[in-house]
Structure formats: structure tokens, C-alpha cells
């Protein structure tokens, strides 16, 4: 098997409360396939979408050992792990997390502003997304004249448009009706498909079947 | 570039969608930057403005120095030149092209309407040449004008022009009357120009030549080397520095203080850059003042932005969700505080804009509450240093309030955030202590502003309250000079005769006199006296003095407390005599009679002291009592600027005009000024203390209001944040009253700390104004606590209405809050 892309080991979360200490995750091993399309699922509170932010570097109070392709990320400065974040990571989010005063288009140009990309490359960028993602006719609009399944399409759009080798979901379809939430897990099936890692965390088993590997928390620990 | 356009646009947007806040923003910041642009014009005027003279830049100053303090280290720019010293400069002074010198004097004029006293200006043929101008018509004065035995000549203002000839187009080449003499109009000045200096609205400009017939000494003042009285100034030389055009005078100074050592002995000269506004030695003076002037609306804007701070603050707190976002994209906290801090620096562009705009109108309100004499032509119009400096207080406000802000949100707790939480609680405490720490550093700022406001306005108080040692009422003074129009010793004693007894046979008028100078007027006259004794070449007592005529005690209603009044008997000839008040009375023979001793001024005959007056005020109703005394004006030469003073028993205001008829009737073409009632004259002397009462209470005001609404703002904030918990604490039991008490409790909490706080630098701060007040201490208690519990009372009622807001709350509504 060739090298993962992904490799957690011995992964640990707490805080302290009272005179000891509270686990929120539990000695994660886990190693995650280039290509892979993962699902995490558990109980509320098993400790899901705190790994999925710590795969994300979103979250940098950790202990353990974290490998994303060639590089430990355990032994990177924040200021690294955010290079690295920008570099191969999107995120979506349950609650799509699009910025209400800004339009679609304007939405999509954000993550690429903040990786240094010139202005006239951008412009290309996000009308390729655009058309990609079936939106010219919304390009204008903002969020709250979209629809959820709308909204979170940009949102994945957004999540993409600088073509990350990582993507990370946090109960994407969880504020959407079922037709919509459909839409997005195949939208999902397309961009594993054509090379992208996608770990995703659901409570829905209808997801978890649009991936080829579940991961199981409960309590912190990895169970299956 | 493209990244601050982005930001630029979405900060225009964001702000458009909050109108409440950004309008409230604006405002406070339009405001505290207004008052600093106000104030900064009348710096300007007075420190930096150019003068309004084409390159300006190469004109310089040719300042007279001398050696002052214990070791004679420090430079005192309070000297003049003597005309001699002047020509010595002109003929040596090689790295200044051209030099001039000038006097501003008073000028009688005659022609064009009734005889009035202009401000006149006594300059070398140089004087407009130096300046580079042209005339509006006609030409300036050339060397022939500047010699001995010159047609007097003269160039006009163009105010002076409009206002009294019409703009008469054949004004040039004719004679008009100054000082009784005719004086040949040869130019006119430029459109807007009254002279180099703030405050100096030059109506007539004459040549040295006429310095005979200009000035009453003017005979001697061009030969004499001891009478220093001239201003100077010139262009430097091509590729001359200023360095060393200073160095080069410098030098010339030492080698005359060599070949002139009793005269000029410590004195010396510098090169210094020219500005419009002050000259050197009341700008040496000025100098704390208008810092201390500039600090005052500086504290304003200082407590607006720990305002509109709080206001960013409270919007960054519901923009958290936003900022998480952004970080969740590849922001970095470089990108997101360049972002936030475009949001407030657009805030404070907008906010200048319209604080500018304000600046105009203050400066109007200004002048109108500081009742600046209207003489005085202060220059207050903005020019590009205000709009610089306007800049870059709108630039250094949007920093200082938008810096913790943007800080503080570009450290947001990212999961959290991203979950719809809090923030973390370790982000509340700390927006919870930086927000209250603003709120305390406005109410202490607001406390010190507001002590200083109270502290001059008890010296008000206790100075409207001084007995001037005058009776102010029922009493007139009106001032003529009879040595500018011509008058010899003789004919001034004639016209005085002439005068009292047409004026004593008024109607209602009990008492007349004559003097001068005038009692509480804005001129003083100093010297040193010495009583006669073993040590009378020594002890010199540093003493003011007025000539007086006979009557005069009973004119200005000051009583003798021992001996006589002067009568027609102390006459030029006649045994010298003088009356003392009561301090030199005491300060020269303690616990002696004075009636019979003798003191004299310098090497003077002695004078016999034949009476004592009651002190009073002389010059400033703060004044320290000061050795004064009287001397018949028969026993003086050549006296300027005689007042009349009578008192009446009718109306003394409607005897004015009066007045001014029976000296017109004696002298047609002599012109009156500061016709004044004494009560009117004794107003004016508190123009100083009633102009700093006005303008601190003004912005003590303004202070005031806005740490009103900074803690009134925190307080609402807060209750709206804690809506829920206040619901669950009544639906848990809590009553209304105690949740008031809670939100009132909180509010008085931070003003307390504010009030302590701001009463100790208060207490540090205000020995910088000691010299200001009069008859209270910078310390003084009664003021800092009745300061303290003004701004605590309206502490409470800002916490009182949102606290009253929380204690309405309906537990149901609030537990389904959100």
C-alpha cells in the first residue's frame, strides 16, 4: 500500500475541569488513503467534528503525532499549519458559514484573495467555478436570497475552488431536505471521484454509503 | 492594492448596513476631531501660518535676543532693535538680500469721515519690497520717500480704501490728514494684506522719514542707540541657509555688543524661520498656552475613540461568526486586522470630513464665547497645514479606536466560533475588561476635563467677586492723544484747562478728572522707585504709576485713607509731590506714617509722599497687590494717551457721545478711542478668564456628554446581551428592584474607578494651570468633589435607563430571547 495521505497517531484532545482532566478524543490511530472518501460517525458528543477540525488544523490544542502527505504537522508553528491549511485543506460547513454581505461571486473570490492569487486570475477562477457549479445566473445574488441547498452549494463550491487535495465536511447535508442533500453527496461522489480525499462526518447512514470506509467514535475513542 | 480596494468596498458596504452605529460612530468621532481642528487653526494662525507673501519660504526673521534667567542661559526673544542697531545690520549683514524693519503705531486720521485712531505701521522704504508684493495702486515706498526732509508720504490699506474713500480710484496722489498733517497717499496695499502679524490690522503704512510728525519722540528715535523699538525681518540671500544667515548675525551681534558694551551687553540676534502668525516674543510666551490650549480638545477626541472603541468593540462581539469564517478560508490575522482596521479607518475619513466641516462652526463659536476684542484680526481660516493636520488626527483616531478592536477580533477562538458559541469564555473576559476599561478611561478623562473647566470658572467667580478699588459705577472714560495730532506741552495744558471746565460744567456730571494711563485699562507703566534713606541707592522697589490730575480720587471713587488730594497748586515748579497706595506705603516705611517721606525714580528729584489711596487693581482684577503710585501730571512731560474720566449721576453710557462733543468742540480733527463706561472697561478685564471658563466649559461639556453615552452605551449593550440571563433570574425568583440595583451597581462600579482615577491625574495635571487661577489652589477640594458628583450623578442616570430597561423585562419574552 502505498503511503497515506493522512496519518494520525496516538491523537489526543482534553481540558481540564475540576481537578483532572476531561477527553474529548482518545488515542486516535487513524491513516486515511489518497483518494479516500471516509465517513466518522458516533453518538452527539463522541468527539467527530473536533477530529474533523483537527484534520482541518482548525484546531491546534492537541497531543500526538499528525502526518498530512510530508509533513508532521504536530512539529509545525500555527503560522505553518495555516500555510498548510491554505495549501491542501476546504471546508464545508453544516452551517454553509457564507458571509452574509458579500455576493456569490463575491463568496468564491474569498479563499483565493487569501492566497495571494492576482486579481485577473481570479476573475478566471470564479467564473469557471461558476459555470462549473451551474451559478452564473446567481453570481449577483447573496445568501439570503438562496435557497439552504443553494447556499450550501456555494459553499461547497467555495470549498473547492482552489482545488484542495483535502476536503473536509462537517454534517454538510444536516440543514437540508433530503432531495437537496442528495444533490450534494453526489456533487461530493463527483469530486472524489476525479481525485479528491474527502472525510467526511454524518449522522446520516444514506451519507455513509457515498464513501468506502466509516470510521466509528464514541466517547473519544475509534471503535471500528 | 486590490485586496484594500476589496476591503475599502465591503467596509462601505457593512457600515451602510448598520446606519445606527455607523451614524453614532461618525458623529462622536466628527466631533472630537472638529474641536481638535478648530483649535489647531488658531495654533496655526499663531505658530505656523506663512506669511501671505509670494516664496515665503525665504523670508526670515532678524530676531533681537538677550541673555535672561540665573546663569543667563535662556534666550528671551523680548527685545527690539534701536534704529541705529537696525542700520548696522543693513550694512553688514551680507547673507540676507534685503532687510526691513517696522513699528506698529497709533496714527490719528483725519480725512474721509470723522477723525479716528487707526493702527499704523512705521517701516524702512524695504518694508513692501522685502515682502515682494505688488500694490493694488499706485506704488510702495522707494528710498527718496526715506530721507530727511521727505513730502511725508503714505500707502493705505485696501480695507482702509474701501471702507473710508469708496475705493476712489484719484486717491493715489492726494493729501490726506494724519496726526494733523498731510501725508501724500502714494499706494495702496494689496486685497487682504494688514501687516505680517497676527493680530495687527494695519491700516497706514509711513516711511522712517516721518518718524517726527508720526511718532511724538519721533524727533530723537532715529539717532537714538539706547531706544530699542524696531522689528525686523528679510529675505535670504540666493543658495544662503538659514544656518548660516543665524550664524552671520550672531556674529555681527557679538562685534557690536564689543563696540557698544553698555547698551548692548548680553543682547544678541538670531536668523529665524518667518511666519505669519506671532512674533518672537509672544510667541515665546504664547507658547504654553496654546499647548495647553491644544491639549483640551485633544482629551475630548481621546475619550470619543475610547467611545466609538467600545461601539467597535460591541459590533465585533456580533461579527465573530465572520471573522471565524474568514480564518476558516486562509485568513490570516495580518489580513483580517488590515481588514477590520479599513473598516475604521473609512469610519474616521467620513468622520474627518464632517469634523472638519464642525471645525468651521466651532471656530465661530469659539470667537463669539472667548469675546475675542474685534481688533484683534486673527486669521482663522483653514489652510492646507489644518486640512494636513485634520488628516492626520482622522487617520491616528481611526488607528488608536480601531486597534483593539481588530486585534481582539482577529484572535477569535476559531471552533467555537465556527459552532455558533460564545467565542470561548477566555475571549469574553477579556472583551469584558477591555471594554470596561474604556468606559473608565473615558469617565476619568471626562473628570480631569471637567475639573479644569471648574477650576477657571471659580477663578471667575472670585475675581467678578474683587473690589477693583474703583467705583465702576456712574463713571466714564474717554481717550484722545494730543502729542500725535502736533500739540506742544503748552497747548496740551490749554486744551486740558479748557476741557475739564467745559466737561465739570455738564449736566449730572459731579466729578472729572483726567490721566494717564486710564485705571483697570490694557496699559501699564513700570519702574522702580527707591525711599530716601541710608540704603535709597539700593533698594529699588519695582513699582506701576499713573499721572493723575487734580480731582482725579474723586472721578474713579478711590478713597484716601490718609493726606490730601493733588490741587492746582502742585504744579510744574512747585515742591514735588506724589501719592502712594497703601502696599508701597507699607512696603517702603513699615509701620511708619509715609505722610512727608520722600522716594524718588532713579536719579530724580525726590517726591514728597502727601497722600495715601486705598489699594485696588491697576491692570488685572487677578493681579497681586502691587506698589502703585500717583503723581500730578503737571510735575510729568510729555504724557500720550490721556483719558477723561467723569463720573456722573445719571446714565454715564448716554453721556458718551456727550463727551465726545465737548472734545470735538476744542479739536474738531482729534480722534477719540476706548470710550468705555468703567464698568464696561472692568469687564474687559476678565475678557482672559471668561474666554478659558467658556471654551473649557464647552468641551468640559462635550466630555461630559460623551462619557454620558459611552457608559449609558455599555450598559444598554450589556442588558441586551443579558436579556436571557435576566429572565431566568426573575422567572428563578429575582425581583425587579434587585435587578436594577444589579445593572445600576455594575454602571456605578466603572464611573467609581473612572471618578478615582481621573481625580488623581487631575490632581497631578492641574498644577499646569496654577499660574491661571486666582484665589483657589489647582488642588482645590471644594472643586474636585462638586466635579466628582456631577459627573457621578449623571454616571447613574446613564446607568439608571438601559438598568431600568432590564428590570421591565417580561421573563417569558426573555427566555425565549435570542
New interface residues.
Given amino acids: 500500500m502505498n503511503e497515506p495521505m493522512i496519518s494520525l497517531h496516538n491523537v489526543e484532545k482534553s481540558y481540564p475541569q475540576g481537578g483532572g482532566r476531561v477527553f474529548v478524543l482518545r488515542q486516535i490511530a487513524l491513516d486515511i488513503q489518497p483518494r479516500e472518501f471516509i465517513t466518522i460517525m458516533g453518538p452527539s458528543g463522541a468527539g467527530k467534528?473536533?477530529l474533523l477540525?483537527i484534520l482541518?488544523m482548525?484546531?491546534g490544542d492537541w497531543t500526538g503525532e499528525y502526518r498530512l502527505l510530508t509533513e508532521d504537522v504536530h512539529k509545525l508553528k500555527p503560522?505553518d499549519r495555516?500555510a498548510l491549511?491554505?495549501q491542501y485543506v476546504g471546508?464545508v460547513?453544516q452551517?454553509y458559514?457564507?458571509?452574509?454581505?458579500?455576493t456569490v461571486a463575491e463568496n468564491l473570490d474569498?479563499?483565493l484573495?487569501?492566497?495571494d492569487i492576482k486579481?485577473s486570475e481570479r476573475q478566471a477562477v470564479v467564473a469557471d467555478t461558476l459555470d462549473r457549479f451551474g451559478m452564473v445566473a446567481k453570481k449577483d445574488l447573496y445568501p439570503r436570497q438562496l435557497s439552504g441547498g443553494q447556499q450550501q452549494l456555494v459553499a461547497v463550491a467555495?470549498s473547492v475552488i482552489h482545488k484542495p487535495r483535502l476536503l473536509l465536511a462537517d454534517e454538510p447535508t444536516g440543514n437540508l431536505h433530503s432531495e437537496q442533500g442528495r444533490e450534494i453527496m453526489e456533487l461530493f461522489k463527483q469530486l472524489n471521484t476525479a481525485g479528491t480525499t474527502i472525510v467526511q462526518v454524518t449522522h446520516s447512514e444514506t451519507n455513509a454509503t457515498y464513501g468506502n470506509r466509516i470510521v466509528q467514535l464514541k466517547d473519544g475513542w475509534i471503535v471500528k | 492594492m486590490?485586496?484594500l480596494a476589496?476591503d475599502f468596498r465591503?467596509a462601505i458596504?457593512?457600515l451602510a448596513?448598520t446606519p445606527g452605529f455607523t451614524v453614532v460612530a461618525i458623529l462622536t468621532l466628527a466631533l472630537g476631531i472638529g474641536a481638535n481642528s478648530s483649535v489647531f487653526t488658531l495654533v496655526n494662525a499663531a505658530l505656523f501660518r506663512p506669511v501671505p507673501a509670494p516664496h515665503s519660504d525665504q523670508l526670515v526673521r532678524l530676531a533681537a535676543t538677550r541673555a535672561e534667567g540665573p546663569s543667563r542661559r535662556a534666550t528671551s526673544f523680548r527685545r527690539a532693535f534701536s534704529y541705529p542697531e537696525f542700520r548696522d545690520y543693513t550694512t553688514q549683514l551680507r547673507s540676507l538680500a534685503s532687510l526691513a524693519a517696522f513699528q506698529d503705531i497709533p496714527l490719528s486720521l483725519g480725512s474721509g469721515g470723522e477723525p479716528e485712531r487707526t493702527k499704523g505701521l512705521i517701516t524702512s522704504a524695504t518694508y513692501f519690497r522685502v515682502l515682494g508684493f505688488r500694490p493694488a495702486a499706485g506704488r510702495f515706498f522707494n528710498s527718496e520717500d526715506d530721507v530727511p526732509g521727505a513730502t511725508p508720504v503714505t500707502v493705505i490699506s485696501h480695507a482702509l480704501w474701501q471702507r473710508r474713500f469708496g475705493s476712489a480710484p484719484d486717491l493715489v496722489g492726494r493729501a490726506i490728514t494724519i496726526n494733523g498733517r498731510p501725508f501724500t497717499v502714494i499706494g495702496v496695499a494689496p486685497e487682504r494684506f494688514a501687516g505680517t502679524e497676527l493680530g495687527l490690522a494695519i491700516e497706514l503704512w509711513v516711511p522712517f522719514a516721518s518718524a517726527r510728525v508720526a511718532m511724538p519722540d519721533g524727533g530723537t528715535l532715529l539717532e537714538d542707540r539706547t531706544a530699542p523699538w524696531l522689528r525686523a525681518f528679510g529675505r535670504l540671500g540666493p543658495g544662503v541657509t538659514l544656518d548660516q544667515a543665524d550664524a552671520e548675525a550672531r556674529t555681527i551681534a557679538t562685534r557690536l555688543a564689543t563696540a557698544y558694551p553698555a547698551i548692548l551687553e548680553g543682547n544678541s540676534a538670531r536668523v529665524i524661520p518667518m511666519t505669519g502668525g506671532l512674533d518672537p516674543g509672544n510667541r515665546q510666551e504664547a507658547g504654553p498656552i496654546l499647548g495647553l490650549l491644544m491639549a483640551v480638545p485633544a482629551l475630548v477626541l481621546l475619550i470619543a475613540c475610547a467611545n466609538v472603541a467600545n461601539l467597535m468593540l460591541a459590533r465585533a462581539t456580533s461579527r465573530r461568526?465572520?471573522v471565524?469564517?474568514?480564518?476558516?478560508?486562509?485568513?490570516?490575522r495580518g489580513?483580517l486586522f488590515m481588514q477590520l482596521l479599513t473598516e475604521s479607518l473609512v469610519l474616521t475619513l467620513l468622520a474627518g470630513a464632517i469634523g472638519l466641516l464642525l471645525s468651521f462652526w466651532l471656530n465661530d463659536l469659539l470667537i463669539a464665547v472667548s469675546e475675542l476684542p474685534p481688533e484683534v484680526a486673527v486669521a482663522l481660516t483653514p489652510d492646507i497645514r489644518v486640512l494636513g493636520f485634520t488628516a492626520a488626527v482622522a487617520l491616528f483616531t481611526g488607528v488608536l479606536f480601531g486597534l483593539a478592536p481588530a486585534l481582539g477580533a482577529s484572535r477569535t477562538d476559531?471552533?467555537p466560533t465556527?459552532?455558533?458559541e460564545g467565542g470561548g469564555l477566555g475571549l469574553q473576559v477579556r472583551r469584558s475588561r477591555l471594554v470596561s476599561s474604556l468606559v473608565v478611561a473615558q469617565v476619568a478623562l471626562s473628570l480631569v476635563l471637567l475639573v479644569a473647566a471648574g477650576l477657571f470658572l471659580r477663578t471667575l467667580g472670585k475675581a467678578l467677586r474683587v473690589d477693583p478699588g474703583v467705583d465702576t459705577s456712574h463713571a466714564v472714560a474717554v481717550s484722545f492723544d494730543l502729542r500725535i495730532q502736533g500739540y506742544d506741552a503748552a497747548r496740551q495744558g490749554a486744551f486740558y484747562t479748557q476741557l475739564l471746565e467745559r466737561v465739570r460744567g455738564l449736566p449730572g456730571v459731579t466729578a472729572a478728572s483726567l490721566a494717564s494711563p486710564m485705571p483697570l485699562g490694557s496699559r501699564l507703566i513700570s519702574s522702580t522707585v527707591a525711599a530716601e534713606g541710608p540704603n535709597q541707592d539700593d533698594a529699588n522697589v519695582q513699582v506701576s504709576y499713573a499721572a493723575v490730575w487734580p480731582a482725579y480720587f474723586a472721578a474713579v471713587g478711590t478713597s484716601l485713607t490718609r493726606g490730601r488730594e493733588f490741587t492746582t497748586r502742585d504744579v510744574a515748579g512747585a515742591p514735588p509731590v506724589v501719592i502712594v497706595n497703601e502696599t508701597l506705603a507699607h512696603r517702603l516705611w513699615p509701620g511708619q506714617d509715609p505722610i512727608g517721606k520722600r522716594l524718588r525714580f532713579g536719579g530724580e528729584p525726590f517726591l514728597e509722599v502727601v497722600g495715601v489711596a486705598r489699594d485696588g487693581k491697576y491692570h488685572e482684577l487677578t493681579e497681586r497687590p502691587r506698589g502703585f503710585l500717583y503723581v500730578p501730571e503737571r510735575q510729568r512731560a510729555d504724557l500720550s494717551d490721556i483719558t477723561l474720566l467723569v463720573r456722573t449721576a445719571g446714565d454715564p453710557r448716554s453721556l458718551i457721545p456727550v463727551l465726545g462733543e465737548a472734545v470735538h468742540a476744542l479739536d474738531r480733527s482729534l480722534p477719540l478711542f476706548q470710550a468705555i463706561t468703567l464698568e464696561d472697561a472692568l469687564r474687559q478685564r476678565l475678557d482672559g478668564e471668561r474666554g478659558a471658563s467658556s471654551v473649557l466649559g464647552v468641551f468640559g461639556g462635550l466630555a461630559l456628554l460623551l462619557a454620558a453615552l459611552g457608559l449609558y452605551g455599555v450598559m444598554a449593550y450589556a442588558v441586551a446581551q443579558r436579556t436571557r440571563e435576566v429572565g431566568v433570574r426573575m422567572a428563578l425568583g429575582a425581583e425587579r428592584p434587585r435587578v436594577l440595583r444589579q445593572f445600576v451597581g455594575e454602571g456605578m462600579r466603572l464611573a467609581t474607578i473612572g471618578i478615582v482615577i481621573g481625580l488623581v491625574i487631575a490632581a497631578a495635571l492641574t498644577r499646569v494651570i496654577a499660574q491661571f487661577l486666582y484665589g483657589i489652589t489647582a488642588t482645590d477640594v471644594f472643586t474636585f468633589a462638586l466635579c466628582a458628583a456631577v459627573l457621578g450623578s449623571v454616571a447613574a442616570l446613564a446607568s439608571f435607563i438601559p438598568a431600568r430597561r432590564a428590570a421591565q423585562v417580561d421573563p417569558m419574552v426573555a427566555l425565549r430571547y435570542e
Fill in positions: 467534528s473536533t477540525a482541518g482548525l484546531d503560522k495555516v491549511h491554505k471546508f460547513f452551517q458559514h457564507l458571509l452574509d454581505d458579500l474569498i479563499p484573495s487569501y492566497r486579481k467555495r | 486590490s485586496s476589496a465591503y458596504r457593512s448596513k461568526r465572520e471565524g469564517i474568514r480564518v476558516a478560508l486562509g485568513a490570516t489580513r476559531l471552533v465556527l459552532k455558533g
